[in-house]
DNA sequence: TAATATTATGTAACCGGTTACATTACAATA
DNA sequence: TATTGTAATGTAACCGGTTACATAATATTA
């Protein structure tokens, strides 16, 4: 069933029934009344594809993942999501995209064959092409001054994260993944500052992608004694630490204080419950989508968005 | 940058150009190097929503998620990608349809107006526009004998609940959702069948999706004395159990064991760890992938699928 | 060398929409 | 009534690929 045939039921032009679809030009009553009613009778939608060809809108927003199986970023996508489905507009999601700059490219490849209207990315290697279509990014580092960047406030992070255990006396251990991430590049310098703020002395940690929780886990216990507080990558990183605590037979926050990040489900699980601090993915998700819009319709300043965080207090600090 | 536009440097027809790009009919191959030569230095890619149009073919894969936020529907997705991606598919996604059957018609429509080439779609309305595009199902009832169904062995899953606190002398406590989701009836049923083989006695407690997890932890534990054991719906609900059970002095296994379900990432890190089983999702999505592919290929058999589960035994349990 | 088969290339229609422009119908005005 | 303006509708080109079919070039055979 194609327009052609609907205009040919209808005894008017397929002009006419362009018209009446998208509600453009001028049609009489009674003809729009004739034609919705075939349209409505033999379930008539209109081709997306025919469309997109023509007028190089596919109302499709390309999104960039890099890892599928991360709850965090499962609750960006649902961000994103609440905001372009009520807009009109699909995803073409590329998961797993990892920091494969290979798969990076074969993914905005495939979105720029698709017409794609825009696109949401995390970290991102710069490219002709993309910066003709409209662009925004999360979860990355501030590029250039002409690409829109959401990002959670890492600084107020990693001042939270200090507050939460400023009782320490001793050293704070600060665990984190390479500084070469321009996130954790921010959190890691807000603590920094915060703990000289607050006289309190601490040891950095560096921690690998490739390392195993178990040996985060026995990393952070190492020297336990030494310190009075461990402010680590995340709640998954912390709960380990809390198993491996428990069987050490040290008690949290008695012996040691301990801060996780990103309010996962399982922060209010663990036993002490866990104090982290929360992004608000969804926020940022939807932030990212809405900024992405306006950009699309031309009506966005280039600034970057700061999504607020939330300081979760639990049990296993002070 | 158009196959026109390369057909003119080039000196040569559309077609020409054409039979280069898809490697079909016959082309000198003094005229395919003069093409790629212009191709490669203008970094020309086809447009493939001008293919889709003429080939009613779009490499594109409708995938239907009723709920983002779930980390087992995002491994499903990571398995599902897994495959496609390579096979040069992209994916459409649209998430949190829910039980919303508007939402669920509105996702359909819009895949097929965009001339998808295949769905792979959890529970769902039969609707004539679907079935006649390749179709594959996870994680719903087995609606018909024409449509594949990728599925948990939720027999076994039950089964072997029942094996991991099969030491209970007094009754098990059943924790479900409504039985009207047919993974659960499926769950259910073959837990009752293999409590009552082996002689033990049972309460059924039905949990509605919009009660709490605290809630669903006091109803699990109100009269905890009369049991020996809880099966409940998954390992989340498992977890919320085990807090409140903390609270009231109450020691797993010994007062009563517990089993859980999906194998997430939470059921190693609670105090104790809990026996679950893992319904391995990221193989319920490979296979998934893997059916339709073939079935798009018009080489499949209308066979369902029945993706084993694996039990993992840990503390919560005897 | 002419006839024929085979290979290489080109032309134009097609996919299903949108829209610039042309045309027709009808109402308003002189 | 003739003229002009406006509303309604129609025609055909266009988007950027693919492919059936036609034609040209070259190789093979008699």
Redesign the interface.
């Known amino acids: 069933m194609t327009i052609r045939d609907i205009a040919k039921l209808a005894n008017v032009s397929v002009a006419t029934v362009s018209r009446i679809i998208n509600n453009s030009g001028k049609v009489s009553d009674k003809t729009r009344l004739k034609v919705n009613k075939i349209i409505e009778e033999t ?1 008539y ?6 469309r ?2 023509y007028q190089k809108r ?1 109302k ?1 927003i390309g999104i960039i993942i890099p890892f ?4 965090f970023y ?2 960006i ?2 961000g994103i ?2 905001v372009l ?1 009520p807009a009109g507009y ?7 995209v990892g920091s494969n700059n290979k798969k990076y490219q074969a993914a905005i ?2 979105f ?4 794609i209207d825009g696109i949401i990315s995390s970290a991102f290697e710069m490219n002709e ?1 993309i910066c003709r279509i409209p662009l925004v990014m999360y979860d990355s580092a501030n590029i250039s001054d002409d690409i829109i960047r959401i990002a959670s406030d890492n600084a107020k992070g990693g001042k939270e994260s200090v507050k939460l255990i400023s009782t320490a006396k001793r050293a704070v251990l600060i665990q984190h993944l390479p500084l070469s991430l321009p996130t954790v590049k921010e959190r890691v310098t807000s603590i920094i500052n915060e703990l000289k703020k607050r006289h309190l002395t601490y040891t950095l940690q560096e921690i690998s992608e490739h390392d195993t929780y178990k040996l985060v886990a026995e990393k952070a216990l190492h020297n336990i004694q030494t310190y009075d507080a461990i402010i680590t990558i995340n709640d ?1 990183y912390a ?2 630490i ?2 491996l605590a ?1 069987k050490m037979n040290l008690r949290v926050p008695a012996d040691f204080q301990l801060v996780g990040y990103d309010n996962t ?2 922060s ?4 002490p419950t866990l104090s982290t601090i929360d992004q608000q993915p969804e926020l940022i998700g939807k932030t990212a989508a809405k900024r992405l819009l306006a950009l699309i319709d031309g009506k966005s300043s280039t600034e970057n968005s700061v999504i607020d965080i939330k300081t979760v207090k639990r049990e296993s600090t002070k």
């Open positions: 379930n939608h209109p081709n997306q594809v025919a997109t060809l596919s499709m599928a199986e991360n709850i499962s609750r996508i649902n999501q609440s489905q699909t995803c073409l999601i590329s998961f797993s490849n495939n720029l064959q698709n017409n092409n998954i709960a380990h809390l198993k428990r489900e399982m209010e699980l663990t036993s």
